[in-house]
């Protein structure tokens, strides 16, 4: 499956951004997808995940309340609906699918064999 990152930009704190992620290729209905953000001088960190068996859905504690993960089959298209911005979620943001991650180890970035090229969201103070 390939990705097609878009939507990041500039915004101001409290203000929101939606990220999409276009895939081709597969059908996302049966891909585990997330979310990941890197910082600059940071590891690549888990954002959130929809996986592909029941939609489960889980957030870093540090979004959750604020980010919204959800997927259009009918699109083949991963959102990330993102309110309440602040500075420290300033980062590129990647998404990635995996057709055979395990539920436990579905937030961690070594699980994921497809990504997206990463879109930049900066959030000023």
């Known amino acids: 499956v390939q990705l097609q990152a878009s939507g990041g930009g500039f915004v101001q704190a409290g203000g929101s951004l939606r990220l999409s992620c276009q895939a081709s290729?597969?059908?996302?209905?049966?891909?585990?997808m997330a979310w990941f953000r890197e910082a600059p001088g940071q590891e690549r960190e888990f954002v959130a995940r929809?996986?592909?068996?029941?939609?489960?859905?889980a957030y870093a504690d540090s979004v959750k309340g604020r980010f919204t993960i959800s997927r259009d089959s009918a699109e083949n298209t991963l959102y990330l609906q993102m309110n309440s911005l602040q500075p420290d979620d300033t980062a590129v943001y990647y998404c990635?699918?995996?057709?055979?991650?395990?539920?436990?180890?579905?937030?961690?970035?070594?699980?994921?064999?497809?990504w997206g090229q990463g879109t930049q969201v900066t959030v000023s103070s």
């Open positions: 290729g597969r059908t996302v209905r049966n891909y585990s």
């Open positions: 990635a699918a995996s057709a055979t991650v395990i539920l436990s180890a579905s937030r961690s970035a070594q699980s994921y064999a497809n």
């Open positions: 929809i996986f592909r068996a029941g939609g489960s859905i």
